[in-house]
């Protein structure tokens, strides 16, 4: 399909002249106007069928009303030469964002046909640090499994299901730039991430990562004060690097997102309006917030968060997200704010986990080996998977 194809063109082959920003006011309603018009075109092409089409596209937009409650998107980003309204969605103008919107309206059928949006891929092993929170804490520094073929067909048949948005974690996704880079060339119509902690991603890296299609990069950076992050990921220098890597990810126009593993100890009003602060002049374009989970690292230890924590985080996001005081400044994803309240879009809803041996899991924090994607029926094991859905936070609604 090549829906919107002007727009594309003109914007896909001019040289970026861009900044990294946030945009709003005008300038986000007209982009906002032009996203819907561009989702009804793919809807006709669709359903064949302009009354079909209008028909999903109300649906759609009462779904997305449901989800925010009362709060209007405020901001979109901008970096390069596309709009992002969300972390979890592709950039547009595009052809990931047209498979995107595909994967949205399929979700009003009869819940038969297998899509999906997002893969998490874990394709490595290797990582020199001891992060506090480390989900693949045993599986770290042991033999690779998985060969470039091996990823580059995985990725090839989530791609069939519908998958627009591939983000690449471990260990260090760094250690494998070269088949990274190779693999990214070899996909078009998908919007390509990484996880990392920033080690070594020097500028010539970022250059080459932007030139192969990369979209955008996510740095984990787990506090404001520099020694406590080095402390939180067990090696020093490491916040150093994460200044280094984000100015090298705006630079070469890539999107840039901050994540943060939000722990009892870190949340308080101080450290997350510090935290906005250093984010903003990182020239972030988000922030996503992970809570801890007792898995790897943190197997058998409690690092729930409390009640009192939950409500300051949720505070927090509301207020940087929908208050016209922060419109310039990165937006928020917290994961945990719409999975109680709507339940987890993991276990195959929206996305999964593929581990560093190419098990399925619900998301990278379940621990729970579902099924291998290098064997068999992947369509009919993603079946039973949404059939049994998230084991955290399935039915689990906000009080």
Same mark, same amino acid.
């Given at each position: 399909?090549?829906v919107?194809?002007?727009?594309?063109?003109?914007?896909?082959?001019?040289?970026?002249?861009h900044?990294?920003r946030?945009?709003s006011?005008?300038h986000?309603?007209?982009?906002?106007?032009?996203?819907?018009?561009?989702?009804l075109?793919?809807?006709?092409?669709?359903y064949?069928? %302009?009354? !079909?089409a209008? #028909?999903?596209? @109300?649906? &759609?937009?009462?779904?997305?009303?449901?989800?925010? *409650?009362?709060?209007k =998107?405020l901001?979109?980003?901008l970096?390069?030469n596309?709009?992002f309204?969300?972390?979890?969605?592709?950039g547009?103008?595009?052809?990931?964002?047209?498979?995107?919107?595909?994967?949205?309206l399929?979700?009003f059928g009869d819940?038969?046909t297998?899509s999906?949006?997002?893969?998490i891929?874990?394709?490595?092993?290797?990582?020199g640090?001891?992060?506090?929170?480390?989900f693949e804490?045993?599986?770290?520094?042991?033999?690779?499994?998985l060969?470039?073929?091996d %990823?580059? !067909?995985?990725? #090839?048949?989530? @791609?069939? &299901?519908?998958?627009?948005?591939?983000q690449?974690? *471990?260990?260090?996704? =760094?250690?494998?730039?070269?088949d990274?880079t190779?693999?990214?060339?070899d996909?078009?119509?998908?919007?390509?991430?990484?996880?990392t902690?920033?080690?070594?991603?020097?500028?010539?890296?970022?250059?080459?990562?932007k030139?192969?299609?990369?979209?955008?990069?996510?740095?984990?950076?787990?506090?404001?004060?520099?020694e406590?992050?080095?402390?939180?990921?067990g090696?020093?220098g490491s916040?150093?690097?994460?200044e280094?890597?984000?100015?090298h990810t705006v630079?070469n126009?890539?999107?840039?997102?901050?994540?943060?593993?939000?722990t009892?100890?870190?949340?308080?009003?101080?450290n997350?309006?510090?935290?906005?602060?250093?984010?903003?002049?990182?020239?972030?374009?988000?922030?996503?917030?992970?809570e801890?989970?007792?898995?790897?690292?943190?197997?058998?230890?409690?690092v729930?968060?409390?009640?009192?924590?939950?409500?300051?985080?949720?505070?927090?996001?509301?207020?940087?997200?929908?208050d016209?005081?922060?419109?310039?400044?990165p937006?928020?994803?917290?994961?945990?704010?719409?999975?109680?309240?709507?339940?987890?879009?993991?276990?195959g809803?929206?996305?999964?986990?593929?581990?560093?041996?190419?098990?399925?899991h619900?998301?990278?924090?379940?621990?729970?080996?579902?099924?291998?994607?290098?064997?068999?029926?992947?369509?009919?094991q993603?079946?039973?998977?949404?059939?049994l859905?998230?084991?955290?936070?399935?039915?689990?609604k906000?009080?």
């Amino acid at each position: 399909m090549n829906v919107s194809a002007d727009i594309q063109s003109h914007t896909s082959n001019a040289p970026s002249h861009h900044h990294n920003r946030q945009v709003s006011g005008l300038h986000k309603t007209v982009i906002k106007y032009g996203m819907w018009v561009n989702i009804l075109i793919v809807a006709i092409w669709k359903y064949k069928n %302009v009354a !079909s089409a209008l #028909k999903k596209i @109300r649906l &759609l937009s009462k779904a997305k009303d449901a989800y925010r *409650g009362e709060n209007k =998107l405020l901001k979109y980003s901008l970096a390069g030469n596309r709009y992002f309204f969300s972390y979890n969605a592709p950039g547009w103008p595009s052809k990931s964002f047209n498979r995107y919107i595909q994967h949205q309206l399929a979700q009003f059928g009869d819940n038969t046909t297998i899509s999906l949006h997002t893969l998490i891929f874990g394709i490595t092993k290797k990582c020199g640090f001891k992060c506090e929170h480390c989900f693949e804490w045993e599986n770290l520094n042991k033999p690779e499994t998985l060969a470039k073929e091996d %990823v580059s !067909s995985v990725i #090839k048949n989530f @791609r069939n &299901l519908g998958v627009s948005i591939v983000q690449f974690s *471990g260990g260090e996704p =760094l250690n494998r730039l070269a088949d990274i880079t190779a693999i990214v060339q070899d996909f078009k119509g998908v919007d390509f991430w990484i996880y990392t902690s920033g080690y070594h991603l020097t500028n010539d890296k970022a250059a080459q990562l932007k030139k192969a299609g990369l979209t955008g990069i996510t740095i984990s950076l787990d506090h404001w004060v520099p020694e406590l992050h080095d402390s939180f990921r067990g090696k020093k220098g490491s916040f150093e690097w994460v200044e280094k890597a984000a100015k090298h990810t705006v630079a070469n126009n890539l999107i840039l997102c901050l994540s943060l593993c939000a722990t009892n100890d870190f949340i308080s009003q101080e450290n997350l309006s510090n935290y906005i602060e250093l984010a903003k002049n990182l020239n972030a374009s988000f922030i996503q917030i992970l809570e801890p989970k007792a898995v790897g690292h943190y197997a058998g230890k409690n690092v729930s968060l409390s009640e009192e924590k939950i409500r300051l985080l949720e505070h927090f996001y509301k207020k940087i997200n929908f208050d016209q005081q922060y419109k310039n400044y990165p937006t928020i994803i917290y994961h945990g704010f719409y999975s109680r309240r709507v339940g987890c879009s993991g276990a195959g809803k929206d996305y999964l986990y593929v581990d560093m041996d190419g098990f399925a899991h619900d998301c990278p924090f379940c621990q729970k080996k579902i099924f291998n994607v290098l064997h068999g029926d992947v369509e009919e094991q993603l079946t039973r998977m949404r059939t049994l859905g998230c084991n955290v936070f399935n039915s689990v609604k906000n009080k």
